[in-house]
């Protein structure tokens, strides 16, 4: 059995016949973290790989997340995210700043979040940028 099909059956996943293959630079780089930090390559790369999946299942929750809210709800957090306060969004958006507030407590629970700047570190790498408009 080879590196790879070790590491996914580590993982859970049924080894399939698949080969792998780096290229010359990440194979560098992983040979560097393995020596400085006294492991084995296949050590790294498996704690490597292993953190990019479970960032890819953050990823795909807070996608399913955003899915589930409304248009209004979308709308809110866009705004949150681009660092809008709730007045400047009840401002934006012609609605109360606490109908913002009810927004966004309905936002972070289905986030599974407690706190807006929660929510805007979960949403960091989304770009917002059509969302945005001039403040009034």
Same mark, same amino acid.
């Given at each position: &059995?080879? $590196?790879?099909?070790?590491? $996914?059956?580590?993982? %859970?996943? @049924?080894?399939?016949?698949?080969?792998?293959?780096?290229?010359?630079?990440?194979?560098?780089?992983?040979? %560097?973290?393995?020596?400085?930090?006294?492991?084995? *390559?296949?050590? +790294?790369?498996?704690?490597?790989?292993?953190?990019?999946?479970?960032?890819r299942q953050a990823v795909d929750?807070?996608?399913?997340?955003?899915?589930?809210?409304?248009?209004?709800?979308? *709308? +809110?957090?866009?705004?949150?995210?681009?660092?809008?306060?709730?007045?400047? @969004?009840?401002?934006d958006l012609g609605? #109360?700043?606490?109908? +913002?507030?009810?927004? &966004?407590?309905?936002?972070?629970?289905?986030? %599974?979040? /407690?706190?807006?700047?929660?929510?805007?570190?979960?949403?960091?790498?989304?770009?917002? #940028?059509?969302?945005? /408009?001039?403040?009034?």
């Open positions: &059995m080879n $590196f790879w099909d070790r590491l $996914f059956q580590a993982l %859970g996943f @049924i080894p399939e016949q698949r080969t792998y293959h780096l290229d010359e630079q990440t194979r560098v780089t992983l040979r %560097g973290i393995a020596r400085r930090e006294q492991r084995s *390559e296949e050590d +790294v790369a498996a704690e490597l790989i292993s953190y990019a999946l479970a960032q929750l807070y996608f399913e997340s955003w899915e589930a809210l409304s248009s209004r709800e979308q *709308e +809110v957090t866009a705004l949150a995210c681009l660092n809008y306060t709730n007045q400047q @969004i009840a401002a609605i #109360s700043p606490e109908t +913002v507030k009810s927004h &966004m407590r309905n936002i972070l629970t289905k986030f %599974g979040l /407690r706190r807006k700047s929660e929510l805007r570190t979960a949403l960091s790498s989304w770009d917002f #940028s059509a969302w945005k /408009r001039p403040l009034r």
